[in-house]
């Protein structure tokens, strides 16, 4: 099956989109996206906060993943992190390989800090193969943070 990558969320994607992140297993052990993305009141506040999205979509335009970005700082050790990032893989794309080059398209620049599950062992596979370094402890809730 072919997958394509767009700038931009649709409107029916939205509701894929909480859908996937109210009833996805992953998506609630190793996200915050079940409040995230609760609900289209949830998810406007949330996009209002300036992200980028892009999304990657099948054939019907159906949303099978979804990588934002926004501009929050993070200071670590002496550098600063202006923009931070994640990804989600869903459905019929999940375990396909397809999550490096979706991030490759969406991702051209350094300058990028994230928080992750430590135990979200391929997410930090993932994120290491892309460029991302490990510069935290484990906090008190299990994350790190990674940079690139």
């Given at each position: 099956?072919?997958?394509?990558?767009?700038?931009?969320?649709?409107?029916?994607?939205?509701?894929?989109?909480i859908e996937y992140s109210l009833?996805?297993?992953?998506?609630?052990?190793?996200?915050?996206?079940?409040?995230?993305?609760?609900?289209?009141?949830?998810?406007?506040?949330?996009?209002q906060k300036g992200r980028e999205?892009?999304?990657?979509?099948?054939?019907?335009?159906?949303?099978?993943?979804?990588?934002?970005?926004?501009?929050?700082?993070?200071?670590?050790?002496?550098?600063?992190?202006?923009?931070?990032?994640?990804?989600?893989?869903?459905?019929?794309?999940?375990?396909?390989?397809?999550?490096?080059?979706?991030?490759?398209?969406?991702?051209?620049?350094?300058?990028?800090?994230?928080?992750?599950?430590?135990?979200?062992?391929?997410?930090?596979?993932?994120?290491?193969?892309?460029?991302?370094?490990?510069?935290?402890?484990?906090?008190?809730?299990?994350?790190?943070?990674?940079?690139?």
């Open positions: 099956m072919d997958f394509e990558i767009k700038k931009g969320i649709l409107d029916k994607q939205i509701d894929q989109l009833n996805d297993e992953s998506v609630g052990k190793f996200t915050s996206d079940r409040e995230r993305f609760k609900n289209r009141q949830a998810f406007d506040e949330w996009q999205i892009f999304t990657l979509n099948n054939k019907n335009n159906d949303l099978v993943g979804i990588v934002w970005t926004g501009l929050k700082e993070k200071q670590i050790d002496s550098k600063k992190y202006n923009k931070t990032l994640a990804i989600r893989i869903y459905g019929e794309a999940r375990g396909k390989g397809l999550a490096l080059g979706f991030m490759k398209n969406c991702i051209k620049e350094k300058g990028y800090w994230l928080e992750t599950s430590n135990n979200n062992l391929a997410a930090k596979a993932l994120y290491s193969k892309f460029g991302f370094k490990e510069v935290s402890d484990v906090d008190e809730n299990g994350k790190i943070i990674m940079v690139y």
